[in-house]
């Protein structure tokens, strides 16, 4: 089984820090992705990567950036934190066209 | 811009009966998922409609995918309170496994 681990369930940051989200999938998946999601508006793609060191923008990649500097690892950076980011944040990992697997989420809280 | 809109956002069933949720994508996509999410859970992929016409069956959820109405069904038969969940559609925007997910529907079914 695929699995896309998160390294934090719940997460509580004060704003303006700087925080980092890590996320390792174990099947060798070339694509990877960040999502949030918030009650009502279902999931929004913030960044993908279809390779190491590649990055895209997604829908909504203002606030935040990542980094992918090894195949199983893509990390999500939130320069400066803000209230508006406190939300639940999803990896995902996939092989091309194939369904994505999602890992357990972290739920952050900026305060 | 792709739009995926799902409904209803919330179902209330008895067990026993029947229902359908509904979601419609506005461009064109060759590709579509199905995916449940349990309270506390993360996304667990239930079907991908690749084609016209396409229909999977998986217990009592049936799914299908009409291209030239852009609209996909998931059909509930039968509901036992195990599938209360959320459902998520996706659409896959030109490749890429750059999903658009519907804001969800939330079902309940009440024994």
């Known amino acids: 089984d695929v699995k896309v681990t998160q390294s934090s369930r719940y997460l509580v940051k004060r704003t303006g820090e700087k925080v980092f989200l890590e996320c390792v999938q174990d099947?060798?998946?070339?694509?990877m992705f960040w999502y949030r999601q918030d009650p009502g508006l279902g999931l929004r793609l913030i960044y993908f990567?279809?390779?190491?060191?590649?990055?895209e923008k997604g829908d909504i990649p203002e606030g935040y950036s990542v980094s992918r500097e090894k195949k199983e690892r893509f990390s999500l950076i939130l320069e400066s934190a803000s209230t508006n980011q406190t939300s639940m944040y999803l990896c995902a990992s996939s092989l091309s066209y194939s369904p994505l697997h999602f890992g357990n989420g972290t739920r952050l809280t900026v305060t | 811009e792709l739009k995926v809109e799902q409904n209803p956002l919330f179902l209330s069933m008895q067990e026993g009966k029947n229902y359908t949720i509904y979601c419609n994508y506005s461009?064109?996509?060759?590709?579509l998922y199905w995916y449940r999410q349990d309270p506390g859970k993360s996304l667990e992929s239930l079907f991908v409609l690749l084609s016209n016409g396409a229909v999977k069956q998986e217990g009592r959820l049936m799914a299908s995918l009409d291209t030239k109405a852009r609209l996909s069904t998931l059909h509930i038969t039968a509901a036992v309170h195990d599938l209360s969940a959320t459902y998520f559609c996706a659409v896959d925007r030109a490749g890429g496994n750059k999903l658009v997910f519907g804001a969800g529907t939330i079902l309940r079914v009440k024994s």
């Open positions: 461009t064109t996509s060759d590709r």
């Open positions: 099947m060798d998946h070339e694509n």
């Open positions: 990567s279809y390779d190491v060191k590649m990055k």
